[in-house]
């Protein structure tokens, strides 16, 4: 460069420095941005071959060369002498027998660790079952394809993962439904009134995994996309475990109301969300150790009553 300035006249001027400097910036610029790309290059290259690598490990599960399309289940589920376990350790789940007839109420209860969550992941079909059989509407979900078969349950889970989008995105996200489809399916789960309290109502953005809204408020757009799907057989994992105590009494009103016409799995470790289903099985260790509707258990005063008298104080009240 310098070779360049003086090489007609052996003389600098004020020109030529200022042309000379600048060359020099426009080109240390790319060569610094350079270095950056490199960096961002290399971390891309290493989260990518771990993305990678967890897409191309074969799934445990896998669906049957003459997996079936049931269509639109009854909703009758059986659980027939199922035992599980994850990988080579204990038994989660240990001789376990469940019907739901289609319509009615179950309710799971029980303390932590005792399978409750298990058997929602093994009815869905995230793991296969070691001995016995899950049955819908007859066929054993290991001959039933996986779209039918989720197809047919709705799911509101304690976990609830929101993409960062709109409120309306983040509850009718896959599925083609109308504005006035969406805000009943958020009346319904007490979620509306704060919508539209809302500067942008249903298009705000809820921010990267929800942040923007409390936990009760992700727990009800859960509901909400729960009830939109419409399925004949509803799971509900802790689905009132994020909200305040009137929320829950509001959403339980109209989950009732949901019920109709549908089979319910009710997993809770609040048993005033459980206490009005047709049936209760409390699970110890992957077994049931009790089972009958609310009532018949508290006259038993055992693990049942005693959870009750826990959470409620009425030691007496049976």
Same mark, same amino acid.
């Given at each position: 460069?310098?070779?360049?300035? %003086?090489?007609?006249?052996?003389?600098?001027?004020?020109?030529?420095?200022?042309?000379?400097?600048?060359?020099?910036?426009?080109?240390?610029?790319?060569?610094?941005?350079?270095?950056?790309?490199?960096?961002?290059?290399?971390? @891309?290259?290493?989260?990518?071959?771990?993305?990678?690598?967890?897409?191309?490990?074969?799934?445990?599960?896998?669906?049957?060369?003459?997996?079936?399309?049931?269509?639109?289940?009854?909703?009758?589920?059986?659980?027939?002498?199922?035992?599980?376990?994850?990988?080579?350790?204990?038994?989660?789940?240990?001789?376990?027998?469940?019907?739901?007839?289609?319509?009615?109420?179950?309710?799971?209860?029980?303390?932590?660790?005792?399978?409750?969550?298990?058997?929602?992941?093994?009815?869905?079909?995230?793991?296969?079952?070691?001995?016995?059989?899950?049955?819908? +509407?007859?066929?054993?979900?290991? $001959?039933?394809?996986?779209?039918?078969?989720?197809?047919? %349950?709705?799911?509101?889970?304690?976990?609830?993962?929101?993409?960062?989008?709109?409120?309306?995105?983040?509850?009718?996200?896959?599925?083609?439904?109308?504005?006035?489809?969406?805000?009943?399916?958020?009346?319904?789960?007490?979620?509306?009134?704060?919508?539209?309290?809302?500067?942008?109502?249903? +298009?705000?953005?809820?921010?990267?995994?929800?942040? $923007?809204?409390?936990?009760?408020?992700?727990?009800?757009?859960? %509901?909400?996309?729960?009830?939109?799907?419409?399925?004949? %057989?509803?799971?509900? +994992?802790?689905?009132?475990?994020?909200? +305040?105590?009137?929320?829950?009494?509001?959403?339980?009103?109209?989950?009732?109301?949901?019920?109709?016409? $549908?089979?319910?799995?009710?997993?809770?470790?609040?048993?005033?969300?459980?206490?009005? @289903?047709?049936?209760?099985?409390?699970?110890?260790?992957?077994?049931?150790?009790?089972?009958?509707?609310?009532?018949?258990?508290?006259?038993?005063?055992?693990?049942?009553?005693?959870?009750?008298?826990?959470?409620?104080?009425?030691?007496?009240?049976?």
């Amino acid at each position: 460069g310098s070779w360049y300035i %003086i090489e007609d006249t052996g003389k600098i001027s004020v020109g030529d420095i200022a042309l000379y400097a600048l060359m020099i910036q426009r080109l240390l610029w790319p060569v610094t941005r350079m270095g950056v790309i490199f960096d961002e290059f290399e971390r @891309a290259k290493a989260s990518a071959r771990r993305i990678f690598t967890l897409m191309d490990t074969p799934s445990e599960v896998r669906e049957a060369l003459d997996a079936v399309d049931i269509g639109l289940a009854k909703g009758e589920v059986l659980f027939q002498n199922v035992s599980f376990k994850y990988n080579a350790g204990i038994p989660v789940i240990n001789n376990f027998n469940m019907l739901i007839a289609p319509g009615k109420t179950i309710g799971l209860a029980g303390q932590t660790g005792g399978g409750k969550t298990t058997i929602i992941k093994l009815l869905l079909r995230l793991y296969d079952v070691n001995e016995g059989a899950i049955k819908l +509407d007859g066929y054993n979900i290991k $001959k039933v394809t996986f779209s039918s078969l989720r197809k047919n %349950i709705a799911l509101v889970s304690q976990d609830v993962y929101l993409f960062h989008g709109t409120i309306r995105e983040n509850i009718a996200y896959g599925m083609d439904f109308s504005e006035e489809e969406v805000e009943r399916a958020c009346k319904k789960s007490q979620l509306h009134d704060f919508i539209a309290s809302l500067p942008h109502g249903y +298009d705000s953005i809820v921010g990267e995994r929800g942040i $923007k809204l409390s936990g009760g408020q992700r727990q009800r757009i859960s %509901i909400a996309r729960a009830i939109l799907k419409d399925a004949p %057989i509803l799971i509900l +994992d802790e689905a009132t475990s994020s909200v +305040d105590t009137e929320t829950e009494r509001a959403i339980q009103e109209n989950i009732y109301q949901l019920f109709a016409g $549908k089979t319910a799995l009710i997993v809770a470790h609040r048993l005033s969300t459980i206490r009005h @289903a047709d049936k209760i099985l409390v699970l110890k260790a992957g077994e049931v150790v009790e089972s009958g509707n609310h009532k018949a258990l508290l006259a038993q005063k055992g693990l049942y009553a005693n959870l009750w008298h826990v959470q409620t104080g009425m030691k007496h009240q049976y």
